[in-house]
């Protein structure tokens, strides 16, 4: 087991909160190379709903509040295919996301949108953004490789901490 993998592993049995498994993925993630910005939105599709439910950018991203899921071309990858979507300027982004100018502001121009699947249903994406070019297919196939079932573990035990009775 390497460094990442036992940082990871230690990190996640020591969480005591969601915010803590939050922390544990982004680390990984980091200590992967995947990201300048790190994001996690979990969505309630029966609500129609999506919340930010972690930033390593806080000031710019808090996690709070929830905004409704717009059903359009991402979203059609993203929850329809079950695929990543990927984005590799900041015009791509920013046909995209209205907020495309203040992701340009921190340096980055592409994006990494990775669906995390639980019981045939999309939970949440898992948000990694870094300069423009970044994500090159192999870089997506190593990180999405590296980082789905670690995040299906984190929004699985996110989950259980936000619920402690969900499914009981």
């Known amino acids: ?5 036992i940082d990871f ?6 969480a005591r909160d969601a915010q ?39 000031i710019e991203y808090p996690s709070s509040g929830t905004k409704p899921i717009h059903r359009d071309a991402w979203f059609e990858i993203v929850h ?18 209205p907020d495309f100018e203040l992701i340009k502001s921190l340096g980055c121009g592409s994006v990494i949108n990775l669906p995390v699947v639980l019981r045939g249903d999309l939970v949440a994406t898992i ?4 300069v423009e070019h970044y994500y090159t297919a192999e870089r997506v196939k190593f990180l999405e490789s590296a980082l789905t079932l670690p995040a299906m573990l984190c929004c699985a035990l996110a989950l259980q901490f936000e619920n402690p009775y969900n499914g009981r």
């Open 1 to 5: 087991m390497n460094s990442v993998e």
């Open 9 to 14: 592993t230690h990190l996640i049995a020591q």
């Open 20 to 58: 803590s498994v939050w922390t544990a993925l982004e680390s990984k993630s980091r200590a992967l190379g995947g990201h300048k910005l790190f994001t996690v939105m979990t969505v309630d599709m029966k609500a129609g709903l999506a919340r930010r439910a972690f930033s390593n950018h806080p």
């Open 80 to 97: 329809g295919q079950k695929q990543s979507f990927i984005a590799n300027t900041i015009d791509d982004i920013a046909k995209v996301f």
């Open 127 to 130: 948000n990694l953004l870094h």
